[in-house]
């Protein structure tokens, strides 16, 4: 049997992020995950992120996953946000971006922007409905075809999100689009999680990516 690939979050102290909740989920289903965040006692918004050691970090790591709203938080966060996925790209684990709303909604262009600007780096991008709603009217796009057109302008490998009444996940992928009923899961999230446990063992093309999408 094999062993399940190990995952990295970058998260906040109190682990109220889409990352860390990720994470503690990948735990419970015998992933081996890590959370990276300030040290007890430092600031969150100022911590020294330069003391990181993200090569040691990532050196048996398949996932580094960050959460979108973790850039509005600070200089620190948004630099060790930056640079986790620069050291990912470098070391060969993959990245993972969770987009959802943040607060102020006013902040949500911005923090797009910055996810764009990202999107080279980026193997699986994650969208919350929430997140969905606003991107689709900021970007003047079609929502029933959303997450496919988000694929193809930005040639991210995997794109996918859950349907409005939480149902069912879509992932669009350059081989193809599909829904999957997720309803037996908790939320979208504990998906996330099985699908990314799954994801580098389930085997190549579409029906790998299908296989892992499918987990029970």
Known sequence: MKSPPR???LGEPNESDLA???ASIAIAMDVPSTIVTSSPGESFESFDHGVIDWKELMETAHWMVNDSSLVNLGQSPAMAWSASMTFAELEGCRNVMLVDMVDPP???PKTWGLVIGKMRQIH?????NEAIEFVT???RMDKENFLSEVREKTMVPIVCGITEEGRAAS???A????DVDIRSHRDGLVWLAGFLKSLP?????????REAASWQ
């Open 171 to 173: 992932v669009s992928h």
């Open 7 to 9: 995952l990295i979050s």
């Open 201 to 209: 063992y389930s085997g190549t093309g579409i029906g790998g990516i």
């Open 137 to 139: 009217a900021l970007e």
């Open 124 to 128: 699986v991008l994650f969208f919350t």
């Open 20 to 22: 860390s909740t990720l």
């Open 106 to 108: 006013e902040l949500m």
């Open 175 to 178: 081989m193809g689009g599909f």
